[in-house]
């Protein structure tokens, strides 16, 4: 009887061993959120497996805490609730920090800016000396400028808020056509709907890169969870070391990035502010 009671308590320690070890083992992984249709910073290989910018820099944020790196693919509206909800640990996915979100995760330090940028008809900006390495000041001195905009997007608040009148459109393509046909000036839109504009367009439009908003992007985590923000935080600020993550990006990604970009920049144009 006793041999049997020994028998019994072993293997049930032998259980509780291994549950433990299983727990253990899934603290090792770190589940990361990103939308997996934004190239190239978030998307897929031919072999549909996450590929991008975000992609390597979640891969390396796991190097650096030892952490294996789960891509969970979530739609981008569903990352804050996935956050909150415990579906994933982090989120990294080119997603600004707005003082909205900021009400609900902890932003690390921002890592890259994207930018707010013009698409302008030809003929007006001819016209009024305004080419591709004009600043935003210039832009704003054009007195008689019509500016197109979306309704509750940056295209229309961004103007305004400078005094602009600005034109509502029912959707994009509506007002980069109206942009290409001179029935509107400007738009200012994020990089990729301006040089889709320029490159549905390229005898009517050109691309003014000044920005007139650098929108800062940084990792999410829950609010409260200050070890795994302080240790993306510490991350982050490697990036800028010599021969750091910088670096080994722009090597990977600059031709695609300028391919994206017209030739004009590479990841620098995301970098600095």
Do not use: H
Request: glycine content about 6%.
């Amino acid at each position: 009887m006793k041999k049997l009671l020994l028998l019994v308590a072993t293997i049930t320690l032998i259980t509780v061993m291994s549950a433990c070890g299983t727990s253990d083992d899934s603290e090792d992984v770190l589940r990361v959120g990103m939308d997996l249709r934004y190239p190239p910073f978030e998307t897929t290989d031919d072999n549909n497996d996450p590929e991008g910018i975000s992609v390597d820099i979640a891969k390396a944020f796991g190097e650096y805490i030892g952490r294996e790196v789960v891509i969970e693919n979530t739609n981008f509206a569903s990352l804050i609730p996935a956050l909150n909800a415990g579906d994933i640990d982090i989120i990294i996915a080119s997603m600004s920090i707005t003082e909205e979100r900021e009400e609900s995760v902890d932003f690390t330090d921002p890592y890259f800016y994207f930018k707010i940028i013009s698409l302008v008809n030809k003929e007006f900006a001819n016209t009024n000396s305004l080419d591709e390495d004009s600043t935003i000041e210039e832009i704003l001195a054009v007195d008689n400028a019509e500016y197109i905009g979306i309704i509750s997007q940056v295209s229309t608040s961004i103007p305004e808020s400078y005094g602009k009148e600005v034109t509502a459109a029912a959707n994009l393509g509506t007002a980069i056509e109206e942009v290409a046909q001179g029935s509107a000036d400007i738009l200012l839109m994020s990089a990729n709907p301006v040089i889709d504009g320029y490159n549905a367009n390229p005898d009517d439009t050109i691309v003014i890169w000044d920005a007139f908003v650098s929108s800062p992007i940084g990792m999410a985590v829950r609010e409260g969870n200050s070890d795994l923000l302080a240790q993306a935080n510490a991350f982050i600020d490697t990036f800028d070391d010599d021969g750091g993550l910088y670096d080994e990006l722009s090597e990977k990604w600059d031709v695609t990035i300028s391919e994206s970009l017209l030739g004009k920049y590479g990841l620098e144009f995301y970098i600095n502010e």
